[in-house]
């Protein structure tokens, strides 16, 4: 079992920057590609972001490529999305997910994919 808790959520001006973090609980974290995901007032779920297990690969979101990036720490149990020039439409509640028994080579980028979830963190930018 898998407990993750975000964190680093809240109020940015439009082109300012936050950085996110998802603390894990569980020795088999390493173990599992993580991700980020999205979901705003009104809106489905959406994926933003994946990271391997070792954190040499990455993956993004078309909306967020070039601006979010991904990182983890193994030793710390923590994986970061860094999210910079933020737009209002990047306002959202903010989940990072694991995804147990990923064997694939590509990322997993579908909400099915994971299954251990934070409970989000709220990150609101004003234009």
């Known amino acids: 079992q898998v407990q993750l808790v975000e964190s680093g959520g809240g109020l940015v001006q439009a082109g300012g920057s936050l950085r996110l973090s998802c603390a894990a609980s569980?020795?088999?974290?390493?173990?599992?590609?993580m991700g980020w995901f999205r979901q705003a007032p009104g809106k489905e779920r959406e994926w933003v972001a994946s990271?391997?297990?070792?954190?040499?690969?990455?993956r993004d979101a078309d909306s967020v490529k070039g601006r979010f990036t991904s990182s983890r720490d193994s030793a710390a149990n923590t994986v970061y999305l860094q999210m910079n020039i933020l737009k209002s439409e990047d306002t959202a509640v903010y989940f990072c997910a694991a995804a147990r028994g990923w064997y694939y080579s590509a990322l997993p980028s579908r909400r099915e994919d994971y299954d251990y979830w934070g409970q989000g963190t709220q990150v609101t930018v004003s234009s």
């Open positions: 990271i391997s297990t070792s954190g040499g690969a990455t």
């Open positions: 569980g020795r088999t974290f390493n173990r599992y590609p």
